[in-house]
Structures are given as structure tokens and as C-alpha cells.
């Protein structure tokens, strides 16, 4: 009765438009005080400190402290000429083939991945760049957006990932094993991408081609050799095991910050200050959620809910295969209709119990859940990849919403690849750390 | 209206205020972080990063969220309440923030409890009272109660998420 009237009332309260955090803690914290629902014996200040309690320790974590840091490492990186030289050196390469500068904005958001954890900070970073180049050169602005957009929600796939620095957090498992895990699969989603965009282009004969000349490759690979460094040195110290992913997050603050203002100098000093506020501002955001999803769940822990949805999904008598299709069916949708952390911090204490009725690794069905959540950031109505660069392209919704749907289709295509085929995600782990 | 302009400034000026706290404690969790690294390759470990990081990220969240309710930046769905016309939805929205305010209310009131029932404890590395960190807790809610307190006395403004 209790696990009803909690997930009734925050479903109520989020359509009535009460932001996330508070859906999620308000009847939380009304059940908790509320007469009845704990013995007599259970003071009102007791309940009311274990409330205040849960909400400390439910963001007193060492790990999460790097959601902030790849917050302001990626802010530092869209103002400070790294996308540039990043999309120059790609163009260079593929420029030559038909689409090939919309391929070289797909191959350039799979570099910057390596750094930031964020999708829409990639996206604004390459769409700010590339989207008004793209259109000069014939291509679309509703093509533009959707490649864009597209290559930007790589960005939490590759690692660093926030979503999945927040679902290790949620799960007791490794994030190292994730960001391992993440790496196949969003270079599988990048090629995807970039076949479907050269087809696209040729079919349509949108862009223009640019000659293939080592001279050139060989200029803009040395302007971009920094910014290629940033993921070497953050991926390569947190795989490695020579950093933690937070060290590994300061790193890629100070390597940012070295690279926009003494190697580019595009950055200047009078910006920082506001760039880190408005990180700040956005992390406390989603650290908030976390911090009510904790009471919210230490509730649900004490109404045994896990027991509960066990038994409910025994009785649907599905093979493993077929619940996962079906959590994977359900995730694309809440994607579809949620941003991607609310969902992320909604769903995954929930379906993270069900990993041994899926008969599937933690580690997999994590990275999955992150696949499955970059789609929904692909997808109206509530895409952030999509509204960041409708903004840039100054193009409606609607029209790149149409223009998105090929990426989309060879998206999924992938997705079921990831979810049948094992080896895609747990190779890298299992050799790296098993 | 006149109770709305005071709380009004009152709200900006100590959001201006969390503002640049939030900047201070930006820059120290990640120069902590960076010495952090440094010295461990250099060996000599800092035995106390991890715990004041942590405590760091603590405030971050809480005073993060105050600035980001002021600026309306909390995530969210659109409310129904514009569908069933305005008088509605501004019932709707004054009741969001009459329980808004009650739930602020309420941490805050067991945030001083339990910040004061801390202070004997002291934390592992810094040997800190616990207090310190967790009075963060009813410092943000108080914050929110203020920021909420001006919307309640102000016209209805739709929607309060992006």
C-alpha cells in the first residue's frame, strides 16, 4: 500500500510539474512523518533526523565527486577552441568523401567524449562550430542538427560518462568496468553514424569535398595534437589504474584549462569564473536528486520492495532474453518522455534488481541502460541533444526530428547488436580488469 | 507587495552570496584533487583530500540546487496545470508551493537537531565535528524556504522546471 501511494503520488506531482528532486523526496518525506506508516515506538525525531541523515549520505561519496569536475571540464572545453581543431583535423582526413564534414563531426564528438562526460556539452561544443560550417557548405540545417546531435550523445557512452559515473554509484559497481565497457559500443554507434551520414550525403548530394592532402593532414594533426592528448591522458590514466575516474576528472579540469588558455588561447581568465558557477549550479541540480532519490529508496528498502517486484516478475514467466528486451523497451520510452538523469536516478534502483532474472552482467546491462538513455536524448519529446542543436541550426523540432530518425533506426539496430552479442561490451572489460 | 520586495532582495542577495561560494568550492575540490594526484606520484599521499572532497561535493549539492530552484533550472516535465485553464493552474502551482515550502520546513526543523546531536562526533581524517559539514543541510533548506517564501508572495509565475 505504501509502495503504491509513494509511486502514485510522485508520478502525480511530476505532472503537475513539481521539478524531479521534490517529486521524488516530497512524498517520500510526507510518508516518513506521516503517523502510522512506522511503529509507535519510532519518534517523529527520529524518522525526521534519519531523513536528514540519508540526505547527507546519499551524496557523501568520493566517486560522485567527479560529476561536478567533468561538469567544469567540460564547460572549460566548449569555449576553448578544442572542437575547432578537433573537427579541422577529422575534416582533413575524411573531407574528401561525400558527407565527409558532417563524418568528421561525428569522428570529432568521439574524441571529445574521451574528455567530457557530457552529451550536451559536446554537442554545443561541436554544433557551435561545425552546424554554421555545415550549412555554408550546402548541407541542410536540419541534417546538420540531427548529425550533430547524434555524434554529441556519444558523448556519454565514451567514457568519461556522468550517467554512468551515476549508475556505478547507484549499483556498487565498478565505474572503471563501465567506462571499460562503454568504449566498443559508442565507437560502434560513431561508425554507424558516419556510414549513415556519408549514404545520406551522397544520396542527396549535400556538402561540398575537399582533396585529400597529407600536407593538410599533417598541419591540422599538429594544431589538433593537444586536444587529441586530453583523452589519451584522462582515459588512459583512469583505465590504467594510475588515476581514480575523480583524479582522473581533476586531470581533465587542469588539462582543459592548459590546453584553452596557454596552448589555444581561446580561453581567457575573466570567463572561468562563470563557467565554473553555472557547473556547479548544474551538478547541485542532479547531486539533489540523488540525494532525495536516497530517501526516496531507504523508504522503498523498508517497505520490501525488491521481494516484491520479484515476485511480480516470476510471474510474468519471461526467459532472460525476453525480459531484457523488454526492460530495454521500456527504458527507450521513459528516454523518450524523461530527461536522461532523472530517468537514470527513476528506474535504475529498480531495474538494477532485476540483472540475475536477465541473466546478464551488471557491467553489460549498466552500459546498456546508458545506450539506451543516449537514444532517448535522440528522441522527441524530451531529447537535450536535440534541443541543443535546433538552438544552433535555429531549426524546428519537428524538422529535426525527421532528419534524426536514420540515426535513430541504425542506433537501435546497435543497441540489439550490444544487448544479444556480449563480447561488444565485456571484451575490453573482462581483459582489462577480470 | 511589500513583504515580496524585501524577501525578493533578501533572496537575490544571498543567492548572489551562494554563488560565489559555490565558485570558491569549485576551485578548492579541484586544486585538492590535482595536489592530490601530484603528491601520491611524489610520495607523500594527502591523508585528508578524500574526506574534505567529499564534504566539498556535500555543499556542492545542496547549495547547487538552491541556486538552481532560484533560477528555475531544476529538471523536470511541463506541468498539466496550463491544459485545465489559468485559475487552475494557479491553484496547482500554489499548492506545489505551499508543499514545497512544508518539505524545506521540515529538514530544516530536523537539520538544526541533528546538526547540533552531531557535534561530539568528529570526522575520521580531519578530525572535524561532524556538525560542520552536515549543517550544509539546514543552511540550503533555510535558503530554499527563502527563495520559495518569494514565489509564495509573488504572482504565480507557470511552470517552475526546465
Partial sequence: MIIVLLFGLMFLLLALGLPVALAIGLPAIGLIVTP?????????????????????????????????????????????????????????????????????????S?????ISGSAAADTAAIGAVVIPTM??????????????????????????????????????ISTSQLFAGGIMVGALLGLSFMAVAIFISWRKGYGERLPFTWK??????????WSMGAPVIVLGGILGG????????????????????????????????????????????????????KVFGWLLAMQQSAQLLNTFVNSLALPPVGLLLLVMLLLLVIGCVMETTAALLLVVPVL?????????????????????????????????????????????????SRAIAPLVLVSLVDLLIAALWSPLIMWLPTLLYR | MKLHQLLGALSEGVNRMVEWLLLAIGVAFSLILFAQVVARYGGHSLSWSEEVGRYLLVATSFLGATVAYKRAEFIGLAGLGAKFGPAI??????????LTLACFGLITWYGVGYTFNAWEQTSSAVQMPMSLPISVLPISAAIFLLHVLVDLTGPVKSGGAS
Fill in chain 1, 216 to 225: 593538410q593532414v599533417g598541419v591540422t594533426g599538429r594544431a589538433a595534437l
Fill in chain 1, 352 to 400: 538494477a534488481l532485476l540483472t540475475p532474472q536477465m541473466a546478464v552482467d551488471p557491467v553489460h546491462f549498466g552500459v546498456l541502460v546508458v545506450v539506451n538513455l543516449a537514444i532517448g536524448m535522440l528522441t522527441p519529446p524530451v531529447g537535450i541533444c536535440l534541443f541543443v542543436s535546433c538552438g544552433i541550426a535555429q531549426v524546428s523540432l519537428g524538422r529535426v
Fill in chain 2, 89 to 98: 493552474e494557479h491553484g496547482i502551482v500554489r499548492l506545489l508551493q505551499w
Fill in chain 1, 36 to 108: 502510522g506508516v512506522f511503529p509507535d515506538s519510532v519518534t517523529l525525531a527520529a524518522l525526521g533526523q534519519t531523513v536528514v541523515q540519508q540526505l547527507f549520505s546519499g551524496v557523501d561519496s568520493f566517486d560522485l565527486l567527479a560529476v561536478p569536475l567533468f561538469m567544469i571540464a567540460g564547460s572549460i572545453m566548449e569555449v576553448g577552441g578544442i572542437s575547432r581543431r578537433l573537427i579541422d583535423f577529422c575534416n582533413s582526413l575524411v573531407g574528401w568523401a561525400p558527407g565527409g564534414l558532417a563524418a568528421a563531426a561525428i569522428g570529432a
Fill in chain 1, 110 to 114: 568521439i574524441i571529445i567524449a574521451g
Fill in chain 1, 242 to 293: 594510475i588515476v581514480t575516474v575523480t583524479e582522473g576528472a581533476a586531470l581533465a579540469v587542469f588539462y582543459a584549462l592548459l590546453v584553452g588558455t596557454v596552448i589555444n588561447k581561446e580561453l581567457k581568465w575573466s570567463e572561468l569564473p562563470q563557467l565554473i558557477i553555472r557547473s556547479q549550479v548544474t551538478a547541485g541540480g542532479i547531486l539533489f536528486i540523488i540525494a532525495m532519490a
Fill in chain 1, 135 to 172: 550549412i555554408r557548405q550546402g548541407y541542410p540545417p536540419a541534417f546538420a542538427a540531427a548529425v550533430v546531435a547524434a555524434g554529441g550523445a556519444i558523448g556519454i557512452i565514451i567514457p568519461p560518462s556522468i550517467p554512468m559515473i551515476l549508475f556505478g554509484f547507484m549499483t556498487n
